[in-house]
T-cell receptor
């Protein structure tokens, strides 16, 4: 069964450092998303991406965040200058295959720890 | 008012029990509704979509009441493997076809022998 993959599984970084989280979507999927989940809290929408541009972003997704799909394969989330409060699980999700349009398939997540 | 509200639980039930979870959503024009399941420190996985007519998948039954803005999930004959957090998920209106998901905080279920 096709699946979304994410790397790394766990990233530890110092406050102020840049991090890049990577996602490989399911082949032929057209819509890509990033969500985050702070420990013990709900899953929150960050951004949606379609046709190589951001289609919607939340208030959380400020100027420190960016997304791109540089090589037509990986879908990346960059945090330019990490803060302690960026510590969370970051999930990539994709949808838009030929079937099950509304189902978003989630990757296993990257746990980001900012020290 | 929160966009999606759920009773956090936990619900502690014995194997074989029937358990029901409820969820309310604030925006009456919301488009689509789902139940996702999340195991500890794992990604959310779609359990089932929720339709106005109600739908059933094996031991799981989901209902939607648009008038009351209320969604429910019924699990019959609970198994140990049903232990997880159940997330009520809504697609809000005017998502432009991009379908961002709005999650409730989840209801934790613990099934014991």
């Amino acid at each position: 069964e096709p699946e979304v993959t994410q790397t790394p599984s766990h990233q530890v970084t110092q406050m102020g450092q840049e991090v890049i989280l990577r996602c490989v979507p399911i082949s032929n999927h057209l819509y890509f998303y990033w969500y985050r989940q702070i420990l013990g809290q709900k899953v929150e929408f960050l951004v949606s991406f379609y046709n190589n541009e951001i289609s919607e972003k939340s208030e959380i997704f400020d100027d420190q965040f960016s997304v791109e799909r540089p090589d037509g394969s990986n879908f990346t989330l960059k945090i330019r200058s990490t803060k302690l409060e960026d510590s969370a699980m970051y999930f990539c999700a994709t949808t838009g295959g030929l079937k099950d349009y509304n189902e978003q398939f989630f990757g296993p997540g990257t746990r980001l720890t900012v020290l | 008012r929160k966009e999606v509200e759920q009773d956090p639980g936990p619900f502690n039930v014995p194997e074989g029990a029937t358990v029901a979870f409820n969820c309310t959503y604030s925006n009456s024009a919301s488009q689509s509704f789902f139940w996702y399941r999340q195991d500890c420190r794992k990604e959310p996985k779609l359990l089932m979509s929720v339709y106005s007519s109600g739908n059933e998948d094996g031991r799981f039954t989901a209902q939607l009441n648009r008038a009351s803005q209320y969604i429910s999930l019924l699990i019959r004959d609970s198994k140990l493997s049903d232990s997880a957090t159940y997330l009520c998920v809504v697609i809000p209106p005017f998502s432009g076809g991009y379908n961002k998901l709005i999650f409730g905080a989840g209801t934790r279920l613990a099934v014991h022998p």
